[in-house]
Nanobody, 124 residues
Framework: QVQLVESGGGLVQAGDSLRLSCAAS????????MGWFRQASGKEREFVTA????????YYADSVKGRFTISRDNAKSTVYLQMNSLKPEDTAVYFC?????????????????WGQGTQVTVSS
């Protein structure tokens, strides 16, 4: 089992930056990748970004490319999401996810573990 705890959400203004953290504990040696998804009110959960645990390869949704950066600290089993130039449409609950299975990193169905979510609200 792997446990995920997110932190760093909050209320910011458009154009501001915010950094989310996701600390993993438990059987972290089994992880293949970790990612972030988000779900806005009334909408489906969508892929934001992911990073492979061993190689550090990164993947981004088109909507956040150039603004968001995912990184990892293997020693701390922690993944970070640096969000710059935030827009009101980035407002959502952000979920950290981790996977031990292989498969498309942008597919929520391939992830095995999920955090509780952290709210990010961007005011205009």
């Amino acid at each position: 089992q792997v446990q995920l705890v997110e932190s760093g959400g909050g209320l910011v203004q458009a154009g501001d930056s915010l950094r989310l953290s996701c600390a993993a504990s438990g059987r972290t040696f089994s992880l293949n990748a970790m990612g972030w998804f988000r779900q806005a009110s009334g909408k489906e959960r969508e892929f934001v970004t992911a990073i492979t645990w061993n190689t550090g390869g990164t993947y981004y949704a088109d909507s956040v490319k150039g603004r968001f950066t995912i990184s990892r600290d293997n020693a701390k089993s922690t993944v970070y999401l640096q969000m710059n130039s935030l827009k009101p449409e980035d407002t959502a609950v952000y979920f950290c996810a981790a996977k031990i299975r292989y498969g498309r990193t942008s597919y929520a169905e391939t992830y095995d573990y999920w955090g509780q979510g952290t709210q990010v609200t961007v005011s205009s």
